[in-house]
């Protein structure tokens, strides 16, 4: 029944800006902490940033800080990632995961979405 669907990923030029959504169904939405993660090719799926249930706490990972921003609608049931001054090795299959605890690794989400792709160009 939980269900996570991506959307937003495209190809677009480096300096940019993209905002991705992940729209979630099947829990209690306002409850978990969600995270996006990213995964480019040849490399291990990597941390972009996370938030609390509330959306009052948020976390990002070094090389996004500055640029990215997670944020949460719980009335909709979607959490975002604005994606701004984008750079090519940003390029990446990013995915929404749910989190079983706040401050969650990557061990700790149970559910992601099947991603979405982002490409920079260059």
């Known amino acids: 029944q939980v269900q996570l669907v991506e959307s937003g990923g495209r190809l677009v030029q480096a300096g940019t800006s993209l905002r991705l959504s992940c729209a979630a169904s099947g829990f209690t939405f306002s409850i978990y902490p969600m995270g996006w993660f990213r995964q480019a090719p040849g490399k291990e799926r990597e941390f972009v940033a996370d938030i609390s249930g509330s959306g009052g706490s948020t976390r990002y990972a070094d090389s996004v800080k500055g640029r990215f921003t997670i944020s949460r609608d719980n009335a909709k049931n979607t959490v975002y990632l604005q994606m701004n001054s984008l750079k090519p090795e940003d390029t990446a299959v990013y995915y929404c995961?749910?989190?079983?605890?706040?401050?969650?690794?990557?061990?700790?989400?149970?559910?992601w979405g099947q991603g979405t792709q982002v490409t920079v160009s260059s």
């Open positions: 995961g749910r989190a079983r605890v706040p401050l969650a690794t990557f061990s700790a989400y149970d559910y």
